[in-house]
């Protein structure tokens, strides 16, 4: 067979020629533009200037919603948490009782009775007319996720005798936060964005956001130490700005094999190892400005999710709300910074233990939450997570360092930086939690009753399982295996 003959003829055959080409070509472009806009930090609600921080505070919500922005500038400062029965505490009791009664659509009538109101029921408002807006819909979650907390952690425990039952969460509560929080993709209940992301105001309205120029509106306890809490948090966020720019600009590289990108990729990498230093020295700044025996007394009990007591404590309800029972109900954490998974994925740290690395895992490795870090990235806003979704898929640093001499040890460096930091980390955790809950809260305004000290020795002091984190995991188990994950990302043994 003649198989030129099956050839078109020569101008036919270089017009089919040209028109694949053109096609192949075309499509190349497309994929680049379309890379390239996938890549635009604006789409993630990012901003160049001030990361993960939008970069104006949130606007109020619209009259219609203003019944939940007074409620929270209510709360602040009036309310205190149901298991403190100092004198001050008893003091704020009666206001609590009628803060959560405003709340309540379906409270008894005897909270009515017994202090005397007839008090307007709350509906359980929609969000819909706020989706449109994602600054108006960020902030319906804060004030919702703030007011869930101030009213669960404001309850009275129950008589002694009985059996402490799940927490019931008002639908006038629980059905917008749900709502809103489908629609941001984030979990219903107080996270770390809520916290320190979206809960500031500048100092000089003039000015824009930096280190310098924000003030936190919303505590729980009204202690400068909760406020410097928030602080050191937002600095770390904030430093952390420069490695998104980092991250950023490895991506986008033409090529990551010439002389001049190794050569740029190099500089990075050791730029990253002092941005990672900043954020530890920042961390561990922390010890001067708020107190330990504050924060695990009068602040850290605000932040607790429904299984902050472990598989075993009593749960919160969600009412009116489909399929509640499956919420991520668990309280905020350092875990959800979305800047520190960016980094860890960028740098390629094995927390799910799926990658064969030495050293080996320790037997208390093996036994670790090893979905933390997933699990975290539900508390995160949506366009965060999949920004970081995003990241998971893009070029390995750690598999062109192992392939490039000139940058392994920069590499490591920054690897090392970053173990250092969470080996402070353990440190700060040990002596703000783990010793802490060895401890009585005897500064709050004077001596606890006896029946105060029975309930906190039963169920925090005498052993209730392991010391948790607001989230209710092993805490000391969780924060050595991510230590460890860390160290087992180096190169060099």
Not at 143 to 150: D, E, I, N, P, T
Not at 305 to 319: L, V
Not at 461 to 480: I, W
């Amino acid at each position: 067979m003649d198989v030129f003959n099956l050839l078109p003829s020569p101008p036919l055959f270089f017009s089919h020629f040209f028109r694949l080409a053109f096609s192949v070509f075309h499509s190349k472009v497309q994929i680049r533009k379309l890379l390239n806009q996938r890549r635009s930090p604006n789409a993630y609600d990012i901003s160049p200037h001030t990361g993960f921080f939008p970069p104006e505070p949130l606007p109020n919500l619209p009259s219609a919603f203003g019944i939940w922005e007074q409620a929270l500038r209510d709360a602040n400062g009036n309310l205190s948490l149901g298991e403190d029965e100092s004198d001050e505490a008893l003091e704020k009791r009666p206001y609590g009782y009628t803060w959560r009664a405003k709340i309540d659509a379906v409270r008894e009538a005897s909270l009515e009775i017994l202090f005397c109101l007839t008090l307007p029921k709350w509906p359980a408002l929609s969000t819909e007319s706020l989706h449109s807006d994602l600054r108006l819909s960020q902030r319906a979650h804060f004030v919702l996720a703030w007011l869930v907390s101030f009213y669960v952690h404001s309850m009275p425990p129950g008589p002694e005798d009985e059996k402490s039952g799940p927490v019931r969460v008002p639908r006038s509560l629980a059905v917008p936060l749900t709502q809103v929080s489908r629609h941001l993709g984030l979990a219903p209940v107080l996270t770390f964005a809520d916290t320190v992301l979206w809960n500031w105001e500048p100092i000089r309205p003039d000015m824009p956001l930096s280190p310098e120029n924000i003030r936190f509106v919303n505590t729980f306890s009204g202690t400068d130490d909760e406020k410097n809490f928030y602080q050191a948090s937002a600095q770390a966020e904030l430093r952390g700005v420069e490695i998104l720019r980092i991250i950023d600009d490895f991506n986008n590289l033409p090529s990551a094999s010439d002389l001049t990108s190794i050569s740029k990729i190099s500089r990075d990498l050791t730029r990253l190892t002092g941005v990672i230093q900043d954020i530890n020295e920042i961390i561990t700044s922390v010890r001067s400005t708020c107190d330990p025996h504050v924060f695990y007394w009068d602040i850290r009990p605000w932040f607790e999710g429904c299984d902050a007591k472990g598989p075993d404590g009593p749960g919160w309800i969600y009412e009116g709300v489909d399929d509640a029972e499956n919420l991520d109900l668990s309280g905020p954490s350092a875990g959800q910074s979305s800047v520190m998974h960016a980094l860890d994925i960028f740098l390629d740290i094995d927390h799910k233990l799926e990658q064969r690395r030495y050293p080996a895992p320790s037997s208390e490795n093996k036994r670790a939450d090893h979905g933390f870090m997933e699990r975290m990235r539900r508390y995160m806003p949506g366009k965060h997570r999949d920004y970081l979704d995003l990241l998971s898929v893009s070029r390995s640093i750690r598999e062109l360092a192992q392939a490039t001499p000139a940058l392994r040890d920069p590499y490591d460096n920054a690897v090392m930086a970053l173990k250092s930091l969470r080996d402070h980390h353990i440190r700060i955790a040990c002596l703000y939690i783990v010793t802490m809950s060895r401890s009585i809260p005897g500064s709050r305004g004077g001596c606890p009753v006896s029946a105060m000290l029975d309930r906190l020795q039963a169920n925090r002091v005498a052993g209730n399982g392991p010391v948790r984190g607001t989230g209710g995991n092993e805490l000391s188990v969780l924060l050595k295996a991510g230590r460890d994950a860390t160290l087992r990302a180096r190169l060099k043994k």
